[in-house]
Structures are given as structure tokens and as C-alpha cells.
């Protein structure tokens, strides 16, 4: 089956440091992958998604950025945390016709 | 106005209630999916519909492809159960959700 795994799970930044989440998939090979953000009180909203290696789109113009260096694994990254930036950030893998949605446990960013 | 609607927003009931939640969507779609997010923020994917009905345990989902409806039911509510409920569309070629804005189920003792 599919697995997920993102880190940290919580996470406080001071404004303007740098942020790395990472995310690994296991039990599935050329995953379309994704990575969510939920700011309080809102709805999720797609940040990015990659389709492929190297392959990222993104949804909405921001602070952050990501990379997908290898088949399995999705990176969210900033240069320098916004205090905006602050939310609950959900990587998933999904996407193929038939299949289902597996998300990743979620990291709960606090930017102060 | 959102591709995805939900109703109702917030939902209190009591213990062992008959919970219906309603799932609208605008845009034609290969599936709808139901999911789960506990106080923590943890997401489960609880059903991936694309016809009729489908029932896990409690919980019973059906879709209505040509009204481009959905509802979750859960029977005999519990406690455990309250959780923000949301329903989500796969759209595009990279078939990115995108979400309703969620229900919160609160079920009390």
C-alpha cells in the first residue's frame, strides 16, 4: 500500500529564516504529487503539484517554492518566512484515474 | 463562486442522530472524494465515488452524477465522529483537488 511521510510536524520559524519541508512517498512509482496548504480557519488550497521528476507547477504566486529531486520525494522550501506563511501544510499523492488520495500526516508551520 | 460547494457549514447533533452531509459540485468529474480531518489536521480519505453508493462501517456515500450531487450519511452518530468532513473534485490532467469548504461535525454525548 502507500505511505506517506512528511516531517517535522510542527515547526516555529522566526520571519525571514528559511524553511524546508520534506515529504517521501513509499509503495508507488511515478506518483502525481502535491502540496497543500491550510492557513487558520480556511479551506485547503493547492500550493503545487508535480506531475513527474524535475516537473513542478504552481498554483498560486507566493513566498515558497518546490522541487521534486527524486521519483519519490517532494520538497516544499522558502528563502524567508513571511509571517503570512504560518498554516498547516499537507503533501498527497494521488491523482492517476482510479486511484485514491493518500495524504501525509501535515506540519504545522507557526511564523513569528 | 466555488466549483464546490457543502452544506451545511456546522452541523451539532446528539449522540446516535442520522448526520447528512450535502456535496454540489459545478464541473464534470471522473470522482468525487469524501475525507476526514480530525482536530489535529490529519486528513483521511474516507470514500472515492464515481457512481452510485458506497458504505464503509457507518458511513454510506452516494453520488448523483447527473444532479452533480454527493452526500455523506453516517448512522448511528458518536462522539468520535465530530470532525471537519470535506468533499473534493479532481480536475485537470494532474487531476488537482479541489476542495468544498468543509463541514464541522460536532457530536455530543
Known amino acids: 500500500s502507500q505511505t506517506i511521510h512528511q516531517w517535522p510536524a510542527t515547526l516555529v520559524q522566526p520571519v525571514g529564516s528559511p524553511l524546508s519541508l520534506e515529504c517521501t512517498v513509499e509503495g508507488t512509482s511515478n506518483p502525481n504529487l502535491y502540496w497543500y496548504r491550510q492557513a487558520a480557519g480556511r479551506g485547503l488550497q493547492l500550493l503545487f503539484y508535480?506531475?513527474?521528476?524535475?516537473?513542478i507547477s504552481s498554483e498560486v504566486p507566493q513566498n515558497l517554492s518546490a522541487s521534486r529531486p527524486q521519483d519519490r520525494q517532494f520538497i516544499l522550501s522558502s528563502k524567508k518566512l513571511l509571517l503570512s506563511d504560518s498554516g498547516f501544510y499537507l503533501c498527497a499523492w494521488g491523482g492517476q484515474l482510479g486511484d485514491g488520495y493518500t495524504f501525509g500526516s501535515g506540519t504545522r508551520l507557526t511564523v513569528v | 463562486k466555488n466549483e464546490v460547494e457543502q452544506s451545511p457549514q456546522n452541523l451539532t447533533a446528539q449522540e446516535g442522530e442520522f448526520i447528512t452531509i450535502n456535496c454540489s459540485y459545478s464541473v464534470g468529474i471522473s470522482a468525487l472524494h469524501w475525507l476526514q480531518q480530525h482536530p489535529g489536521g490529519g486528513i483521511v480519505s474516507l470514500f472515492m465515488l464515481s457512481s452510485g453508493k458506497k458504505k464503509h462501517g457507518r458511513l454510506i456515500a452516494t453520488i448523483n452524477i447527473q444532479e452533480k450531487h454527493s452526500s455523506l450519511h453516517i448512522t448511528a452518530s458518536h462522539p468520535r465522529d465530530s470532525a471537519v468532513y470535506i468533499c473534493a473534485v479532481p480536475l485537470g490532467g494532474a487531476q488537482k483537488l479541489v476542495f468544498g469548504q468543509g463541514t464541522r461535525l460536532t457530536i455530543n454525548p
Open positions: 508535480s506531475v513527474g521528476i524535475g516537473q
